[in-house]
């Protein structure tokens, strides 16, 4: 992955905190920082995108999103002041229907939503940029099961929370902790935020996401941030919040926003911090059963979200979302992997870049409940689709089984391949001298090999990418080895980058900062599982 | 699929001969065709092309393969008239090694290689077009073994190869019935062309490939479809054969043919049936490392080869072929479904429409040994990039396993699903007024759900794509149901297609014919192994 490798901005004035440490654990530090170093932060791709609609198919479908808001609307369930942001923006209201006349949306987004931005990461090399020609790749959000091939398939734990914090650190592909990557059951639902969040901060130093679940709750994730960056939080530059969590804002599709929901955007935007802002669909019950119904629903509420958020606060990074999927028509359930939802990717991605602004989509999504075959295809058949539509932040890239609702260990680690293979793909061609090779077919010419020339010898190390976990050996070779499949391999893969993981570096004050915040929070109100 | 169907071009001149029997076979024959109507005879995509490199990088990759046929050149190995043949049309020959001065080779190719064309098959209906925007696939070819999860793997036989030919012949998602599926190993290797081809004409009404093993069986092919096709073998308004069978000529990379694939190409040119004319590669060890070296090497090849062709006979149907992978640096074991072929594909797509010819690549390649996830996700990111990169012949669809070495019974149910995927993925989006379902988003509105309006009523149908394999399913009801994997539900499948297996209807004297003509000429010479 060396020739794919993305610096970040040069981030002098966001430095890390000051490290205090002398001696043996600086020199494993600098062991650290130069594993970490070959880590890409981010994808900037250098293809082109997949387009699968023409101007006059995008023109129509934006056409038809402007006709659902302008006639039908959109739902603001339960949030007066909502309904009274609109009335002041000008939308027409009914209830708690929002109606809003002449492209609006449109126009309030392109006002002052950015087109990319950087989330910051506490430690700067993380540092990532979504939008325009980035892609980050985050893991699978919000499972409440767990699986592995020792054990099988169970409620997930903080243990199972903190050790795919620590997957994702110790992972090259992954650019982004993520959020709730599977909910610690074992924890009181209105204090478990409390350990997610601190988890994302204390055992890695990747950027994350924040709580959502209730307005309070986004609060508590935006101070917890706070302590955590210290200084580095407010940019003395603009005196506003760096923005340093993203979060995820779902609409109850169809066109319906609920108090929740509003609540932690409105927090999340007031604090300068990002919002997705997801119509969450899965076709035939949330939108119509045709790819075409689909975007336009898709992108009608996008735009009443965002443009929502930016009325709250003008120029809060916001991201368009689309989770798009599909319901079997015979027995209801959720599919994934299949050739409808791709489609619906490739024409929101290409609606968000008209717009102007990043797009969240994709990931490695099945319906299996095994990481076999089935899991494998539908995961490829949608991270493909992700990277060559160019989605900007990838939720889901990793661990995602069963429609969502378990968290697999071995399908981690194999969707972390997959991911690595993505950064190879999107770095496209190199058409150098080097990468014309003209002089490696010269020396070799007709009915000789290439495998020791001077060209090979001098780009093998980089010339391929290389999985951690594929098997290409002879058959006899492979049985000899015990003759397992790929979720074997990924099992001893997974224990050993936990057995060989260690925590970033986190300046102690930090930490006892955040620690503070979370122990009187906690204290502050009883245990409870609403 | 019935969105996606594409009717053949009208075939009056080609009808298929009389049939004689009638009553209840004549009914079961009328259910027949009712079944395989719903099969597209192959895909005409309504999506765009996806294209890694612009103008300037296929351009340089152009002047690249050009400087090698000019400067490097092409060995054309023990074969005095092939090397008489590029004296005569002005090459530079030197021993065996042939260089071809001005862009002598794509002159050649564009002067009389076909665009697109029909290959006919003995049901009209299942007639293809290979070229354009087109998509055919086949099953895999050449095999040893076979694999499947009742006995494991296991040298192939002729009743393995029968039974992919059934296979192949009852899966709506495959268009041609391929080659050498698998080496029937249970017969002499001078003699089993004849078992293979006449079971592709047997149980089968698909298309089919030819021998390439030596000349003379590539005359055998072309004489026992000559009976096969009968009066409908030449064309009255050329007074040519029509094409009816197509073949694999490989070059041996790096820029070499060799005397037997030179012998079949002529064979086939002569008969104007098609060759598809493809450099096989290794990347590391047939070619460069890199992807724009293995690019330039392969279209030098290609165009050498396509422009010998064109030379025996102009005009003669004739493919660009690539089939490229790599080989792991560290072991030197041939890898599939990683990026850097599928960067190979994309621009080899490109530079054959730029060229003006078919194109063949692609397919369902995995190194993995079982249907596992290892070969869904490799075979998923080689069968993705064949679809969208524009590959007209598809060879490897389904089967493949072990890099080649194993036909999966399972594995090729498993590729069937993917390959019916793909025939709505390349249909693209619906944009009539149903496909855009305004009138649903009308009728549902905010908060309700779509499943009991009547735009899904009226559409549920064919809304989405319908895996016979894949399981949504709740996780309980799956665990229910024995909690097996996706092979487990592939292998009942394969079983359930062989039961229900009937032939098609063939024209008993045609059959006659064939049979006649393969008893001979096994009668005329001792059986062998070589």
Not at 14 to 40: L, M
Not at 190 to 199: E, I, L, P, S, T
């Amino acid at each position: 992955m060396s020739d794919t490798l993305t610096l970040p901005e040069a981030e002098t004035d966001n430095a890390p905190r000051t490290r205090r440490s002398a001696g043996g654990r600086e020199a494993k530090r600098a062991a650290r920082s130069a594993r970490v170093v070959q880590s890409a932060p981010y994808i900037t791709r250098k293809i082109p995108y997949f387009e699968v609609l023409n101007e006059e198919g995008l023109a129509t479908i934006e056409r038809n999103a402007n006709t659902i808001l302008e006639e039908i609307g959109i739902d603001f369930r339960d949030d007066a002041e909502a309904l009274d942001i609109w009335r002041k923006a000008g939308a027409e209201i009914t209830g708690e229907r929002v109606r809003f006349p002449g492209g609006m949306c449109r126009a309030i987004v392109q006002a002052s939503a950015p087109r990319e931005f950087t989330q910051y990461a506490r430690n700067p090399a993380h540092n990532v940029v979504i939008g325009g020609k980035n892609t980050v790749f985050a893991p699978s959000y919000g499972s409440p099961f767990v699986r592995d091939l020792d054990k099988g398939r169970r409620y997930a734990t903080l243990h199972d929370f903190q050790n795919f914090v620590k997957l994702a650190y110790t992972a090259n592909a992954i650019h982004h902790s993520g959020g709730t990557i599977c909910e610690p059951v074992d924890l009181p639902v209105n204090k478990r935020h409390f350990d997610m969040v601190y988890a994302h901060m204390k055992y890695s130093d990747k950027p994350f996401m924040g709580s959502v679940t209730k307005p309070e709750r986004a609060q508590d994730t935006v101070e917890m941030a706070a302590r955590l960056f210290g200084d580095n939080f407010v940019d003395p530059a603009t005196g506003k919040n760096r923005t340093v969590c993203i979060s995820l804002i779902n609409a109850n599709s169809p066109m319906t926003f609920d108090d929740t929901m509003l609540g932690a955007a409105k927090v999340y935007a007031r604090a300068n911090q990002a919002t997705i802002i997801t119509p969450f669909i899965l076709a035939g019950a949330m939108s119509p059963v045709t790819v075409a119904g689909t975007c336009a629903q898709t992108l009608a509420e996008a735009l009443a979200g965002m443009a929502f958020v930016q009325l709250v606060n003008p120029g809060a990074p916001v991201v368009l979302g689309s989770f798009a999927s599909s319901v079997s028509m015979q027995s209801g359930a959720p599919t994934f992997g299949t050739p409808e939802p791709a489609l619906v990717l490739y024409v929101m991605a290409a609606l968000a870049r008209r717009l102007g602004v990043p797009f969240r989509s994709g990931g490695g999504l099945c319906g299996s409940k095994i990481a076999d075959a089935q899991a494998a295809s539908e995961s490829a058949n949608t991270m493909l689709p992700t990277c060559l539509g160019g989605v900007n932040f990838v939720l889901h890239t990793a661990g995602w089984l069963e429609g969502g609702l378990s968290m697999g260990y071995e399908k981690f680690i194999m969707d972390c391949d997959q991911a690595g293979m993505m950064h190879t793909l999107l770095a496209g061609v190199d058409m150098s001298e080097n990468g014309q090779a003209m002089d490696a077919i010269r020396e070799v010419g007709p009915g000789k090999h290439f495998l020791g020339c001077a060209h090979t010898q001098a780009n093998f190390e980089t010339a391929f990418y290389r999985s951690p976990i594929t098997d290409n050996n002879s058959f006899e070779q492979w049985e000899a080895e015990g003759g397992v499949d790929l979720s074997v391999r990924a099992n001893a893969l997974w224990k050993k980058q936990l057995a060989e993981y260690e925590a970033p570096p986190l300046d102690a004050a930090a930490d006892e900062a955040v620690l503070d915040y979370v122990n009187r929070r906690k204290a502050s109100f009883a245990d409870s599982n609403i």
